[in-house]
């Protein structure tokens, strides 16, 4: 690459490229690419477009033969760190940032169907997710089969057909189902299908389903890796091949693309998601066994708690059970609806991952776009009421869970 006038460094040399170093370091150095200024921060590079020194020079960059940036809805310095670090904490070769997770969850899987292919995808899932595949992918030829997502022979038997991609939600939103990564990758790479997981709900942090065998990885970076509730954003992780020949050519030309400041934002949040996923994980742990005790509870749905159907799978795919708890209160929609308005910390709030701990109705909120009997089977009742555990001390949190059940 030319030298630019300040000296722009393409990706700083520290950490040592040949040290293999662990996430949470990667989380505050990969992909850092300092300007001439030699700034701490990471900078903030909001700019549509960039120049060129001579006609030659942009030639030559649209011919791809320098990595000088173009235009940002293709690439840009402060997204470019953003997606380097994501991708050496998840240890993907490439990561591409976008405006949604759900930009992120259609592109990943939209880039690689046509007419006439075939999809498989695990029932359980966020409703917007439910609605590109059920709905969307159909409406252009694209066959779809949902299956339940903890059975091995129904995997077996749904796969044993030619499938183009199959896309999993584990754990799943809002009731926390287990799919285990590694059986169903074996299975779809048997019929050359590929592997999604969505791991918004789990974060970086507590799974990385390449390491299980999926192929390709998207994120709501809206959840945990802002979690502090200030932006939109997605992600999507894969190998160089996948990049290449499926997702470049098409997300370049449907333009969802990261704004750079949203990028700044999520940049910085990463430095300090080991840090708040780790804490938040601690936490909802002992608000799960506070729970699963509590007599006005009829069932706590938490991939920590050994009462979780696929309490093993979650143990063998996740280093912990995560931040969102699925309940049923007894009682029926009045008393889910009395628990949410008798809590005095958290907040009333259909988010989830973020720094302040909130509550969800599912059935009349995140999930009420999909109809009763999907949503049955999903296993959401009027009594389900969603918690995402945040930072606040877990005392108080237990405080709060304990008086408004009691009112
Ligand atoms: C929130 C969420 C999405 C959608 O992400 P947005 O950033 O809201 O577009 C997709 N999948 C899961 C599991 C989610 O929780």
């Given at each position: 690459m030319t030298k630019r006038p300040w000296g722009y460094q393409p990706t700083s040399d520290r950490p040592d490229p040949?040290?293999?170093?662990?996430?949470?370091?990667?989380?505050?150095?990969?992909?850092?690419?300092?300007?001439?200024?030699?700034?701490?921060?990471?900078?903030?590079?909001?700019?549509?477009?960039?120049?060129?020194?001579?006609?030659?020079?942009?030639?030559?960059?649209?011919?791809?033969?320098?990595?000088?940036?173009?235009?940002?809805?293709?690439?840009?310095?402060?997204?470019a760190m953003f997606e380097k670090r994501l991708a050496a904490i998840e240890g993907a070769e490439l990561c591409l940032a976008t405006g949604s997770g759900m930009s992120a969850m259609f592109a990943s899987l939209a880039c690689l169907v046509s007419a006439g292919d075939r999809v498989v995808a695990s029932a359980a899932m966020f409703s917007s997710c439910h609605v590109v595949l059920t709905e969307i992918l159909p409406k252009w030829g694209v066959e779809v089969d949902l299956v339940a997502g903890n059975k091995k022979d129904?995997?077996?038997?749904?796969?044993?057909?030619?499938?183009?991609?199959?896309?999993?939600?584990?754990?799943?939103?809002?009731?926390?189902?287990?799919?285990?990564?590694?059986?169903?990758?074996?299975?779809?790479?048997?019929?050359?299908?590929?592997?999604?997981?969505?791991?918004?709900?789990?974060?970086?942090?507590?799974?990385?389903?390449?390491?299980?065998?999926?192929?390709?990885?998207?994120?709501?970076?809206?959840?945990?890796?802002?979690?502090?509730?200030?932006v939109l954003a997605g992600a999507i992780l894969g190998d160089f091949n996948y990049f290449q020949e499926s997702l470049l050519p098409f997300i370049r030309h449907t333009g969802p693309a990261l704004s750079a400041f949203n990028a700044w934002v999520l940049v910085k949040s990463l430095e300090t998601m080991t840090l708040r996923v780790n804490e938040m994980n601690a936490s909802t742990q002992k608000i799960a066994e506070f729970l699963e005790s509590h007599s006005s509870i009829e069932l706590v749905r938490y991939p920590g708690l050994k009462s979780h159907p696929d309490f093993a799978t979650a143990q063998k795919q996740m280093s912990g059970g995560g931040s969102i708890i699925g309940l049923n209160v007894k009682g029926g929609k009045a008393k889910a609806f009395e628990l949410l308005g008798n809590l005095r910390i958290m907040d009333i709030s259909n988010n989830l991952g973020d720094s302040k701990s909130l509550a969800t109705h599912p059935a009349s909120t995140t999930h009420r776009r999909l109809a009763p009997d999907v949503q049955a089977a999903m296993g959401i009742t009027d009594s389900t009421v969603r918690i995402s555990v945040g930072l606040e001390h877990v005392d108080d949190l237990i405080k709060d869970l304990g008086q408004a059940l009691k009112r």
């Open positions: 040949d040290w293999k170093v662990q996430p949470q370091t990667d989380a505050v150095r990969a992909g850092l690419a300092r300007s001439g200024f030699g700034e701490t921060s990471e900078a903030l590079y909001l700019s549509s477009g960039f120049t060129y020194t001579s006609a030659q020079e942009a030639a030559d960059a649209f011919t791809d033969e320098t990595d000088h940036f173009v235009y940002s809805r293709f690439a840009n310095p402060t997204i129904v995997w077996s038997a749904a796969l044993s057909r030619p499938t183009k991609a199959v896309f999993i939600e584990t754990p799943s939103n809002p009731l926390l189902e287990i799919v285990d990564i590694q059986m169903v990758s074996d299975l779809a790479h048997k019929v050359g299908a590929k592997v999604i997981v969505d791991n918004a709900v789990a974060s970086p942090v507590l799974q990385q389903p390449l390491k299980h065998g999926a192929d390709i990885v998207m994120y709501s970076a809206t959840k945990h890796i802002d979690g502090q509730g200030r």
